[in-house]
C-alpha cells in the first residue's frame, strides 16, 4: 500500500470514527428514534473495503458507506486551492526557521512565526465542491450492484464557512461552521438522489449534521432566512527550537 492510500485510509477512518463517538440524536433531520439506533449501529458496523482503492470505503451489512472531501476553498485539478497553500506556508516556513536556526550562533533558543491570511472561501464554493464530488461518488456507486442502505459521509475540515440563521423575532443563532440542514436549495439538489443514497452525514470538528434523503422535502420547509459569510483571518505556523536539538512545529493555527 502507497503512502498516500495508507494516509487516505487513515484519514476516512478518523472521520468515521468522529461521527461514531460524537453523533447524538439532535444532530438528525428527518430521522425517527428507531431509524437513529439503526444507524448508530451501522456506524459501528462499518469495516474498511478490503479493496481499499474501490468504492465504497467501508462496508457493513447490506450497506455501504463512501467518505470524501469538500472544501470551501476554491478548487482546481490539484484540489483545494486552501489546502495547496498551507503547504506550502508549512514547507516554505520550515525552511527558512531551519536557515534561521542554523546562522543563530549566538541564540540557545530560537523562536519564529509566519503568517498568510486566508484564501477566499465562499458558500458557493462549498456549494459547487458538493456537487462535484457528490456526482463523481455517485458515478462510481452506479458501476456496482449497490446494497440496500447508501451513506455519504461528507468531510468539511476549512473551518471558513460562518452559519447564521434567521428566525422571525429572535436572535439568530450563529454557527462556527457550515450548516448543510440550512442550504435548502443544495438540499433540494440532494434530493434527486433519493433512492440511492439513504444518507448523509457532513462532519466537522465544530459539528455533525445527519440528514435522512427521503425526508429532505419536509425539513425544508421549515428553513428559515440563512447567511453564510466566510471567515475573515491569518493562518499562522509557529516554530520553536533549542540550538542543536531539531525544530519543533510548536503551533499551527488560524484565527
Known sequence: ?????????NAEQKCLDLVKNN?????CFGMSDQQYIELQKWLKDARPNQS???FPDFVFENGFIEHFAITSSLEGRKGAKQKQESMILRRESETAFLSELDSSEDRPLVSKSFFRPFEQHS?????????KNWQKHIKS??????????????????FNIHTAICKENELA??????RISADKNLLEWIYTFNGKI???????????EVIRIEQILNIIENIPRVIYEPVIGMESNKYIAAKGSGISDKDNRRT
Not at 453523533?23 to 444532530?27: P, S, T
Open 198 to 208: 439513504e444518507y448523509l452525514i457532513l462532519s466537522n470538528p465544530f459539528s455533525i
Open 141 to 158: 456507486y452506479e458501476k456496482i450492484s449497490p446494497p440496500k442502505h447508501g451513506i455519504f459521509l461528507l468531510e468539511y475540515t476549512d
Open 123 to 131: 458558500h458557493l464554493n462549498i456549494v459547487n465542491s458538493v456537487k
Open 173 to 178: 443563532e450563529i454557527y462556527s461552521s457550515y
Open 52 to 54: 481499499s482503492n474501490e
Open 1 to 9: 500500500m502507497s503512502k498516500n492510500q495508507e494516509y487516505q485510509n
Open 23 to 27: 453523533l447524538y440524536k439532535k444532530d
